[in-house]
């Protein structure tokens, strides 16, 4: 038992930690370099997205350096990532707009900002590149693949280019002219792909006589009315209704999913600057030391409490190896039990549940795990952060059970089969 103890400290210390993050900003500086034929190239832009790459890796690594600070560093880098996950951009703008306007009329518009829903006439059209096909607006994207120095695949944006022309939205009481310029074409499908040796093209398209969900600014042009970008709420664009309403049911879901993570992170953090120790497997809690509760009670005693702890959990959280291996592998038998249960058919629901609690949990407890090791922290820390991590969003998958399968039977629904089966040729007697 000691020899483990001794064994994964020195592996999963803080100084490993420190080696492991000084390696990975050496490596992904050397990815970023520049090759031959991108130095051949005429563009010369490959320092500077080399520089910006190296920048993006530098602040990386000191987001990972702040859980080598113990249970503050870690509480900081939760709530920095928060914060990150709450920057809306473009296209998180428009759906939030779009989640909370009405969509109006074309004959009742009024001036500001507007949904509208309506079909596309083209005034003037484009051809697009890839398929020529005669259009109002489209995205050309070009990928090219790169293999790193171990053989792994990983696609590069190369080219892109999106452009749109001024058209007509109508709807069954009216029109209204729209402005392209600053427009936002978003969850159009792919029209059409093409690979070529190691670039794949992409082409998206906004077609005419297509059924869209319009936001916009309205604004008086002379004795009409026009769509343009409302420059002051950042915010401009056009979806298909079709894939809207599916989108529309996923961000849904993502957004109770960022309220229970806010919750669990910020739970984990107050567990983590919480002074725990375990003796002779009993927990000790010395909440009097605990920060808030100094603040809160203002207390200066020392009292703490004291729970007694199963066999198998105080052997579980005396052992960093035991937890380690609990938090990285511990889905794959969980995965593998509730893929079989499922076929039984008074547990198939619940297995369902079960398993995606296991699949949602699954990304932060892999992380989690190897990020609190590598700060130093005991065992008891890793077991209760993983515990609240899996117990929060179990009550996420059954709270949410009935929506979450209707976005995934609605995503697999309209998803291609990956093969198309040979017609079966009956044997004539």
């Excluded at 993006?56 to 914060?83: D, E, K, N, Q, R």
């Excluded at 990928?143 to 069954?172: A, N, S, T």
């Amino acid at each position: 038992m000691d020899f483990l103890n001794v064994l994964f400290n020195l592996v999963f210390g803080p100084f490993t930690f420190l080696i492991l993050m000084v390696l990975f900003l050496i490596w992904q500086a050397w990815k970023m370099l520049p090759s031959k034929r991108q130095k051949n190239a005429s563009s010369g832009g490959g320092f500077s997205t080399f520089w910006r790459g190296l920048l993006v890796v530098v602040l990386l690594s000191v987001l990972m350096a702040l859980p080598a600070l113990g249970g503050p560093g870690f509480a900081l880098l939760a709530l920095i990532i928060l914060l990150i996950s709450l920057i809306p951009g473009d296209e998180r703008r428009f759906f939030k707009y779009q989640q909370n306007l009405p969509t109006s009329k074309i004959r009742s518009l009024a001036m500001g900002i507007v949904e509208l829903q309506g079909r596309a006439r083209a005034v003037k059209t484009l051809t697009a590149p890839l398929s020529g096909r005669r259009c109002i607006g489209y995205r050309h994207t070009i990928h090219e693949e790169e293999r790193d120095d171990d053989g792994d695949k990983r696609y590069r944006l190369i080219h892109k280019e999106e452009r749109c022309l001024p058209f007509v939205l109508e709807d069954d009481t009216g029109e209204v002219q729209v402005d392209a310029k600053g427009l936002g074409l978003y969850v159009l499908p792919v029209f059409k792909e093409q690979q070529s040796g190691d670039r794949v093209a992409r082409e998206y398209v906004l077609e005419h006589g297509a059924e869209y969900l319009l936001v916009g600014k309205a604004v008086r042009r002379g004795s009409g009315v026009g769509i343009v970008r409302d420059n002051i709420r950042r915010v401009f664009g056009i979806a298909p209704v079709g894939h809207l309403k599916r989108r529309v049911k996923l961000n849904a879901q993502l957004a109770v999913w960022y309220g229970y993570t806010a919750a669990i992170a910020i739970v984990a953090a107050l567990i983590l600057v919480l002074p725990l120790e375990v003796v002779h497997g009993k927990l000790l809690i010395h909440y009097a030391d605990w920060p808030p509760y100094r603040y809160l009670f203002n207390a200066a005693d020392a009292g703490q409490g004291s729970v007694d702890l199963p066999a198998s959990i105080a052997t579980l959280v005396t052992t960093p190896g035991y937890m380690l291996v609990l938090g990285i592998f511990g889905a794959i038998p969980a995965l593998v039990l509730f893929a079989t249960t499922m076929r039984i058919p008074p547990m198939a629901r619940l297995s369902k549940m079960c398993a995606g609690t296991v699949a949602v949990s699954f990304p932060a407890s892999f992380v989690g795990m190897i990020v609190m090791q590598l700060a130093g922290f005991d065992g008891i820390y890793l077991f209760l952060c993983w515990a609240i991590l899996h117990i929060g969003y179990a009550v996420f998958v059954v709270l949410n059970y009935r929506q979450l399968a209707a976005v995934m039977n609605d995503y697999n629904r309209d998803d291609p089969p990956l093969r198309k089966r040979p017609p079966v040729r009956r044997r004539k007697r």
